[in-house]
C-alpha cells in the first residue's frame, strides 16, 4: 500500500506537470517571441544600408562622369580660339558663295548657257530640213515656248541671285556683331551646364544624407 500510495502520489505529480506544460509554452513563447523578432529586424537595417550603399557608389560614379562632361563643355564654350574658327568658318562660307553667285559667277552664267541653247536650237530648226513642214513647225514652236520659259527663269535667279548677294554682304559687314551674338550663345550653353551640373551635385548630396542617416541604429 505504501508503494502504491507512492506510485499515486508519482502518478499525480506526473499528471500535474503535463497540465503546466501549455502554461509554460505559452510563458516561453511571449518573452523569447520580441528577442526572435528583434534579431530577425535587425538585419533589415543592414540590408538596406547595403542597398544604399551600392546606389551611392554608382551615384558619385555618375557624378564623376558628369563633373569631367561638364568641364570639357565649358572649356569648349570658354574657347577663345574656338569662337574665333567658328566665325572664320562662317566667313569662308560667305566668301565661298559670293564668288559663285556673283555677276560673272557660275551661277550666272548656268542661265546665259540654257538660254543660249535654246535660242540656237530654234535658229538650227528653222535652217533643218530632215522634217515635214507641219514638224518643223511643231519643234520650232516647242522651242521657242522653251526659250520664253529660261528667259523668265533666267530672270527669277538673276533676282534671288542679286539678292542674296546683297545678304552675304550685310552679313559680312556684320561680322563683328555676329561674333558676339555667337559669344553669347556660347556662354548661354556654359550656364545651363552649370544648372545640370548644380543639380546632379543636389541629387548626389541627399543619396548621401539618407545614408547618413541610415547610419545610426534603430530609435537612436
Known amino acids: 500500500m505504501v508503494w502504491d500510495q507512492g506510485g499515486q502520489t508519482w502518478e499525480v505529480l506526473v499528471w500535474r506537470s503535463i497540465s503546466f506544460l ?52 565649358i572649356d569648349r564654350t570658354t574657347d577663345i580660339e574656338s569662337a574665333r574658327q567658328e ?22 552664267q548656268l542661265g546665259v548657257k540654257a538660254l543660249n541653247h535654246a535660242r540656237e536650237k530654234v535658229k538650227a530648226l528653222e535652217q533643218d530640213t530632215r522634217f515635214t513642214r507641219e514638224e518643223q513647225q511643231y519643234l520650232i514652236g516647242e522651242w521657242r515656248k522653251l526659250v520664253d520659259e529660261t528667259e523668265q527663269a533666267t530672270e527669277e535667279l538673276g533676282a534671288a541671285r542679286s539678292e542674296f548677294i546683297q545678304l ?31 543639380s546632379d551635385i543636389r541629387a548626389a548630396s541627399d543619396a548621401l544624407k539618407s545614408l547618413i542617416r541610415a547610419i545610426k541604429p534603430p530609435g537612436v
Open 168 to 198: 552675304l554682304r550685310v552679313l559680312q559687314s556684320r561680322e563683328d556683331f555676329i561674333d558676339e551674338l555667337m559669344q553669347i550663345r556660347r556662354a548661354t550653353e556654359a550656364t545651363k551646364v552649370i544648372h545640370q551640373l548644380a
Open 22 to 73: 501549455p502554461a509554460l509554452v505559452l510563458f516561453v513563447s511571449v518573452h523569447t517571441a520580441p528577442a526572435i523578432s528583434a534579431g530577425t529586424d535587425a538585419v533589415t537595417p543592414v540590408e538596406e544600408f547595403s542597398r544604399q550603399i551600392d546606389e551611392l557608389k554608382k551615384t558619385f560614379s555618375d557624378l564623376e562622369k558628369k563633373i569631367e562632361e561638364a568641364a570639357k563643355s
Open 87 to 108: 566665325i572664320g568658318e562662317l566667313r569662308g562660307l560667305v566668301s565661298g558663295l559670293l564668288n559663285p553667285v556673283s555677276d560673272n559667277g557660275e551661277v550666272a
